[in-house]
């Protein structure tokens, strides 16, 4: 049975303009892949309604679930959980659950619970709220599409929070072999064993490193003993 | 006028298993941001002829300009240059000005040009060729479609050789203020302050600091002069 597919979503203008830089892609690609779900596909939309309606659409309908970040805390900008009852057409609103929560934590914390902060108990109709140990405010998932926060420890502590209730496939194995020549060189007897080994992925990512070209050429399947063999050939074909 | 549209299309399997962190991204949404073109959009996608040709043809439909990087080096998994020519409905092959460049360069470094190699002179129909002063093998610019290698220091030095070939806007200027209060506090002044300043774009990226909340409130825009009175405001409601 082939693997569970994803896609991400990335909300957020600072990614776009070039003032930050996104993490929580790299990070979810590794947890995805060690859980046996392919990640196909990710997105970078900034804090525009419509762009947000139209992407999560689009991913859901083609992707087995979707992982977003962004746009869900109390500020003016943070439009993602609106969008995402647009795109599922359901209410959204202030939910007793989520609210008791974050009360709670301020009361704890001495602090008051305000109108900008009640904006983070908005949540889509049908909804499941998702833990967020490390700032309360909760993300959500509805149908098929994960809500999760930008920041990136709770964006890490939310992918915790959701992994373990999903199905995953096989875990995808992978070796890697750095060669010290030119992909021109490396082309040829890769696609020749590429050939042979139609059950694996075989990936060449050249570089460059004080002038001298080499790639590091990865060998991805579910079969480790499958991928050892070609590695081994592999290492055969282009000896130090 | 409203600026141009762009969106960038990262083509790689690398990326979406999590062996790779992309670095292109970050690299062209400053480039643009300071040429006056507004990065929109940005996709990652795997190495699958069908997810290619569709994300192109989406983007290509949606924005001024697109730019990709990845998949147009010698070995088998290098599909980009196939996959447009596809998109656009139009041949390719092996072309004489992409061919004679990589000749020279291969008779000057005293190695051979092979047919691995010779892929990278595969150019659809129509397409200009993109200077490539790092390795030779050229990127192409064809319609919209500007397709540019994955390698950092090579994507790095094609988008040097498209973007003067581009009218841009105006510049985005921005200006950010670093406040340590969580942003449940920050967010009321900060929704009425642009309410009264309806010309700007004013977002705010929170973060967690040993143990401390705080955001960095970022006020974007094009007119210099209105974005340090509204600075000047954000920073009077929130004295240090």
Same mark, same amino acid.
């Given at each position: 049975m082939p693997n569970p597919t994803a896609a991400m979503l990335v909300i957020g203008n600072e990614i776009l303009s070039g003032r930050t830089r996104d993490s929580n892609l790299h990070f979810l690609a590794g947890e995805l892949t060690r859980h046996g779900i392919d990640l196909r596909e990710a997105r970078v939309v900034s804090d525009s309604a419509a762009a947000i309606v139209q992407a999560i659409n689009e991913l859901r309908s083609r992707y087995d679930s979707v992982f977003t970040s962004g @746009?869900? @805390? $109390?500020?003016? *900008? *943070?439009i993602t959980a609106d969008c995402v009852a647009e795109a599922f057409g359901v209410p959204v609103d202030v939910r007793d659950d989520a609210r008791a929560l974050l009360e709670a934590h301020y009361a704890r914390t001495g602090s008051e619970i305000n109108e900008a902060r009640l904006r983070m108990a908005r949540i889509p109709d049908g909804a499941t709220l998702i833990d967020n $140990?490390?700032?309360?405010a909760p993300g959500f998932t509805i149908g098929n599409v994960h809500v999760m926060a930008g920041v990136p420890t709770v964006f890490e502590a939310m992918v915790a929070s959701v992994l373990p209730t999903l199905t995953g496939g096989a875990p995808l194995l992978s070796q890697s072999l750095r060669i010290m020549r030119g992909e021109g060189q490396i082309a040829g007897p890769l696609r020749d064993l590429a050939a042979e080994f139609p059950d694996l992925q075989m990936g060449s990512y050249p570089f460059q490193k004080d002038g001298a070209f080499g790639a590091n050429v990865v060998i991805r399947g579910e079969d480790g003993a499958r991928i050892d063999a070609a590695m081994t050939r592999l290492a055969g074909l282009f000896p130090e």
């Open positions: @746009g869900i @805390g $109390p500020t003016h *900008d *943070d $140990p490390v700032s309360i």
